[in-house]
């Protein structure tokens, strides 16, 4: 089982470069999200979705854009990278029911370094 | 603001020993909480998921329980091995959108 799978797992910009994550799920789950992770911050909601083509803010959502087009991916994009957004960053997916609240399950994680 | 506290922030032990991880939370209106475990330049596993009606869960060495009225909750590791080692973050649910995650516990067992 593929799972939760995120492409680049590295990635080194030069500030006001682009690019963008790629994550996909084989689970067929409806929501999706994009964390990251900073030393001494935790996990910080960044954007998530309820559902192909629908996206919406979390925490943390300046500088960044996303879209599902498809359900199986949920795309993050940074138009113009910061140093401030070198990070390590997650995405997620669930599947919400009347018997199932919310097991989370994750990737391996996308480590963007924003020189 | 939901607020999670895990304490301690790091913890060492020798392997074989029992040991409890602690997860308190400032508001209980909460859907369900999850424990997971993180390797070193992983991603975050899940352990266990306690729903808001349950007291607790069990999966094999591990038991985590919940007590919503204290804001409390602790993962407990019965005989802990070298492999038990890694990071142990707690995450209180409120809804699709609200999830709030503890800073985590980082654990060494030592051989």
């Known amino acids: 089982n593929a799972g939760v799978t995120q492409t680049p797992k590295f990635r080194v910009l030069k500030t006001g470069q682009s690019m963008t994550l790629l994550c996909a799920q084989d689970m067929n789950h409806e929501y999706m999200y994009w964390y990251r992770q900073d030393p001494g911050m935790g996990l910080r909601l960044i954007h998530y979705s309820v559902g192909e083509g629908t996206t919406a803010k979390g925490e943390v959502p300046d500088g960044y854009n996303v879209s599902r087009l498809k359900k199986q991916n949920f795309l993050l994009g940074l138009e113009s990278a910061a140093p401030s957004q070198t990070s390590v960053y997650f995405c997620a997916s669930t599947r919400w029911t009347s018997a199932n609240t919310g097991e989370l399950f994750f990737g391996e994680g996308s480590r963007l370094t924003v020189l | 603001k939901q607020e999670v506290t895990q304490i301690p922030a790091a913890l060492s032990v020798p392997e074989g020993e029992n040991l409890v991880l602690n997860c308190s939370f400032t508001?209980?209106?909460?859907?369900?909480l999850q424990w997971f475990r993180q390797d070193p330049g992983k991603g975050l596993t899940s352990l266990l998921l306690i729903q808001s009606s349950q007291r607790e869960q069990t999966s094999g060495r591990l038991n985590a329980s919940l007590d919503k009225s204290s804001g409390r909750s602790t993962l407990y590791i019965a005989a802990s091995q070298p492999g038990d080692s890694a990071t142990y973050l707690c995450a209180v649910c409120r809804g699709y959108s609200t999830l709030t995650f503890g800073k985590g516990t980082m654990l060494l067992v030592s051989p």
């Open positions: 508001d209980s209106a909460i859907y369900n």
